[in-house]
């Protein structure tokens, strides 16, 4: 359960999942959403996942986007030929996660992660650095498939938002949590 859920903590301010399918650009919808016009200005910081070809076996690489300074980072790992075990390097997404939290000092107006997955459900991965956000009053918006959906609410209880992966559903959370009228929307 999120720390503060129980009283002892803050509430969270703004917190919402896209729920998505397999076979779902989710990673595009969130970026289509993400580029627009009416959040020039807004501090956005996190990371949206993308894929690459593998390097020494026939396989994709998750590769995440840095948001706030366009970097790339693979989070996963050569096993080689044939392998069928996890190839997620639990090693870089940790220091992922800790590049993000040091981010997190500047208050910015919305923290994307770009999944809650098994990882995060076993209190690993970006988990540490979604409380934090929290804790701080930072909104967060984050990418959950559907096959993860139970370990989420798990997780988080009632106190998400759960968006439809749809471009309209997740630009109009930013812009809600971003403080964006429709007045300034629309001039943009």
């Known amino acids: 359960m ?3 859920s129980s009283g002892i903590c803050a509430m969270p301010s703004k917190l919402a999942a896209v729920v998505f399918d397999p076979e779902t650009p989710v990673d595009d919808m ?3 959403a993400l580029a627009d016009p009416a959040l020039r200005g ?6 949206l996942q993308g894929y690459e070809p593998g390097t020494g076996c026939d396989c994709t ?3 995440l986007r ?3 300074d366009g970097s790339r980072r693979k989070i ?3 096993l080689g030929t044939g392998s069928q075990g996890c190839r997620l390097d639990s090693v870089a997404l940790t220091e992922v996660a800790g590049e993000v939290d040091a981010v997190l000092a500047v208050r910015p107006d919305l923290l994307v992660l770009n999944r809650f997955g098994k990882v995060e459900a076993e209190g690993g991965g970006f ?4 409380e934090q956000a929290l804790l701080s009053d930072v909104p967060v918006l984050i990418a ?4 993860h959906l139970g370990f989420w609410q798990d997780y988080c209880g009632d106190l998400a938002e759960t968006l439809p992966c749809d471009v309209p559903a997740i630009r109009g959370f930013i812009r809600e949590v971003c403080g964006i009228d429709a007045a300034v929307a629309l001039r943009a």
């Open 2 to 4: 999120i720390p503060g």
């Open 30 to 32: 969130m970026a289509e």
């Open 42 to 47: 807004r501090r956005i910081v996190g990371y």
């Open 61 to 63: 690489d998750i590769v």
């Open 66 to 68: 840095a948001l706030h």
């Open 76 to 78: 996963t790992q050569d």
């Open 127 to 130: 988990r540490a650095t979604l």
């Open 144 to 147: 959950v498939g559907r096959k």
